[in-house]
């Protein structure tokens, strides 16, 4: 039994292969890939070419009990591996430079059974000229030479049919070419395998009921971590977990706090490893009870806790077990002893784990698991200690001295513990020396040489891990030499002018400077000296100051030199008229700048308006320079307010640089006044104040006051007391404004050049309301029904309304009486009051007016008015209807109506429908006014259509006629006459066709239309004939288009085929120019046209 469920986990662990292959294409099944890919999806490429690396995965430790979820945290959590060069030159590719990693080895756990039989451990670096690579292994050279089963490709090793005994271990990768080496970070190399358990029977466990137990897994060798599970009797029946059974992940073993007789059977311990997904199972376990009593309730004895002390990684995630024996079964609980229990924590496992995801520093502490029942409780506590791997802060940086200089790097890392440091120079520790000092990550080297230069890096550890940065250091040694653009120069300036020439030449180490005018020795005094960088200076300078000057550079490698001509020439003087000038908007000015300048220099000229330079391009043609030799001047035309300022001339030679300035003040309309305030507002005033905006060197002479509201047509007007505002006056009143409407106002200002622009509005602000002033307007009757007296008039617009609550007062009284009868209409939108008497005769005179009111009071009445009230609608139907069918599609339906029947008719409805159809159907055509007939069209031929007559005014429908009938004709004759013949005699053109024969649904042919027209025009003439034969007569010269249709009843037919004619001027055609044109078969129906037709025409 035992070999099939080997056979079972052998299949299933080649499904496992499978599911790895799909989710990584192209990669090789194999747990050693799989790993590194893992590995370097987690950890930082450094391709950004920065200097500094992780710590290896081999040096961060974990306790034994984290299980599986220590070596995720090994591989997730590594600190990332940063370099960092700061220096231009490490990005060109073509400058020579020291190695910098761009790939380091990672950890690799190596299935001992892989069908591999290869490891590889990565390392590339990136280095000019390309580096070279040796391999470390626990700090010994690898001899790749004697050993067959190494190779080094691309600087990553291979290693072939890796051994466990020989290959374990720490490695390190060391880049090296002309300028250094550097050291990697230190990778593991590990084999994973899971050993079988000893096939020895286990022993029965006996117990009572009611007690605890607990079964030993014992579990085989194996490498890395591995997973517990158990088998209840047979497989694949597991153990579930609850309260009362729990596996733990540190020890392996099944606890069960309380025996009950369902757990009695085998039980066996399954093992599996976390990277090559190996199974095993241990042998059985029985689990009996014993026959001599059932155990008694007992106090919790917790069998299964975390460490006292427990240590895990920041970031990571920790899991730590509490489970009791006791009867009853106990309940687990935590808390955090020196604070509340961080609030991701999640309880697994029937609160048997407390598991605390991304662990940060403020999660650490002494925690608290406590088993509780009836009968007692009992507490463990223990300590978690959060570390974190070395973070850099600081780094160092690629670094270039001259000999003799001092070197100083610092490098700076936290974590905790607080990380040491230690220096590597080319791959080897470096040590104190007498020049050398390091203290706390700085590294001093006094008086560099060249013995010094090479690959430095820092390294910074706790006992968790490390991380590496690297530098590299060049001293150098050179010659003085300078720019080939400096070895010559040509200096002119002006007399009282400072002259500096400059003298740095590069060498290494610094080179003594000398100056040399001509050929001899300069020398310093009060104002000619040499300074602390080797430029020269020479101050107020003169005519005597004019010649060749010599720097010289030396050093113990060499020596150079530049040499500077200078030349002093007469000083630059500016002549820039008028210097202040007042224009009003639209006048031009031309400002003249006159350079005095030494003949041998050319002189250039700038123009500035604020500081700002001219633009001649963009300032819309105000702008011309005109130009002359030694002067330019500038011409502004149609000057406008922003074209105010101060305009700058300047002065430009190779020798110097002068410029002076003009003031030029613009006068004009004034700018807009400041903020307006509504100071008081009334039913029908506003008192306004401002402030005033810049009179443009004009002042104001007044102000006009302009308001906006919803009704007005934008900004008006408006009255004001005073009437006119003076341009001193800040504040002013608007009157005749209407209550109760919303106001912005806005200020605009006047001087002697114009009117300005207006100020920003105000806020908006309503009047205050007050009783209406305004009656409705056109007040007026309208038509109604029976009874009603229908009163009209125009609404009260909004803006005279004066208030909220605004309504109308209807008022109205039978003509010749005394009272009058008011009605309230509370709608402001109303336009209509509708009074109902039955009692009220048709066209009772009334006098009405109508007055307005709102929350304030009532308002004036309309003038009286004399509206009758409403006729009704028409008391008769109308008589003598008749119908008759004109066309295929047509009816004319005419009638008379009563005209002593009370309600005038506005017009008539006619209502048409088909003989099988419902009245309700009835399609409706009106007229107006006293028409008494009309044409219906539209209709279906051939139908019979049933008809009803009724007259209509604003008061509804009169009663409808007696229905008449009458039928459409029939549709008029499908066939188009056919067989056209004519024969031609000059103008005159003779036609004959064959008659047309209507079908039996058809209307009988009553005759035929001959229809002609010159190609060309629009207009046909027409011949109607009831023969089938028609001579037609063509006017003029050209061509014609003929067509012949059959006419009925029912409209005319359809038309032939047209046929094109051309006509002939002159007298009558001879018989060698008559024709004759047929479109038919049949030669006797030709001569009987003929004969019929032209009897006298000569053939």
Known sequence: MQSSWRLMFFMSLASCFTESSEAIPGIPTTYAAILRLKSLSSSYSSRTRQRSSSPPLGSISSPSWHGAAAQQQQQQHSPTNLYHVSEAFKHDESVDHGPVFIQEPDSVIFPVDSDEKKVSLGCQARANPAPTYKWLRNGTEIDIESDYRYSVIEGSIIINNPSETKDTGQYQCITTNMFGSILSREATLQFAYLGNFSGRTRSAVSVREGQGVVLMCSPPLHSPEIIYSWVFNEFPSFVAEDSRRFISQETGNLYISKVQPSDVGSYICLVKNTVTNARVLSPPTPLTLRTDGVMGEYEPKIEVHFPYTVTTAKGSTIKMECFALGNPVPTISWRKVNGPNPSKARLRKSQAVLEIPNVQLEDAGTYECKAENSRGRNVFRGQLQVYTYPHWTERLNDTQLDSGDQLRWECKAIGKPRPTYRWLKNGTPLWPESRIEMVNGVLMIHSVNQSDAGMYQCVAENKHGAVYTSAELRILASAPTFLASHLKKTIIITKGQEVAVECKPQASPKPTISWKKGDKALR????????????????????????????????????????????????????????????????????????????????????????????????????????????????????????????????????????????????????????????????????????????????????????????????????????????????????????????????????????????????????????PKTAPANVSGRSGRRHELVIAWEPVSEEFQNGEGFGYIVAFRPNGTRGWKEKMVTSSDASKFIYRDESVPPLTPFEVKVGVYNNKGDGPFSPIVVICSAEGEPSAAPTDVKATGLSVSEILIAWRHNKESVGRPQGFEVGYWKDMEQEEAAEKARTEGNESSIILTGLEGNTLYHLRVKAYNAAGYGPPSNAVRVATKKSPPSQAPSNIMWIQDGSHVSLGWEPVRPLANESDVMGYKVLFRQEGHSNSQVIETQKTSAVVLLPDVGVYIIEVRAVSEGGDGTPSSQIRVPSFSGGKVTSSQSSLHTFSTSSSTVTFLLVLMVPSTSW
């Open 524 to 771: 310093e005094n009060k104002r000619i000296t040499v300074l602390p960088d080797g430029s020269l200076r020479i101050l107020n300078a003169t005519k005597s100051d004019e010649g060749k000057y010599v720097c010289r550079g030396e050093n113990v490698f060499g020596s150079a030199e530049i040499t500077a001509s200078v030349f002093v020439k007469e000083p630059t003087r500016i002549d820039l008229s008028p210097k202040r000038t007042e224009l009003t908007v639209g006048e031009s000015i031309v400002l003249s700048c006159k350079a005095l300048h030494d003949p041998t220099l050319d002189v250039i000229f700038h123009w500035t308006l604020n500081g700002q330079p001219i633009d001649f391009e963009k300032e819309g043609g105000h702008f011309e320079s005109i130009r002359q030799v030694s002067s330019a001047d500038l011409m502004i035309r149609n000057i406008l307010l922003m074209h105010a300022g101060r305009y700058g001339c300047r002065v430009q030679t190779t020798a110097d640089s002068i410029s002076d300035e003009a003031e030029l003040l613009v006068r004009g309309p004034p700018g807009p006044p400041g903020v307006v305030i509504v100071e008081e507002i009334t039913e029908t005033t506003a008192t306004l104040s401002w402030t005033p905006g810049a009179d443009n060197h004009s002042p104001i002479t007044s102000y006009n006051l302009q308001a906006r509201s919803p009704f007005s047509l934008g900004w008006q007007t408006v009255k004001t007391v005073p009437e006119t505002i003076s341009g001193d006056m800040e504040s002013a009143m608007a009157v005749e404004l209407n209550p109760w409407v919303e106001y912005e106002f806005r200020v605009v200002a006047t001087n002697k050049i114009g009117t300005g622009d207006p100020s920003a509005p105000s806020r908006v602000i309503r009047t205050k309301e007050a009783v």
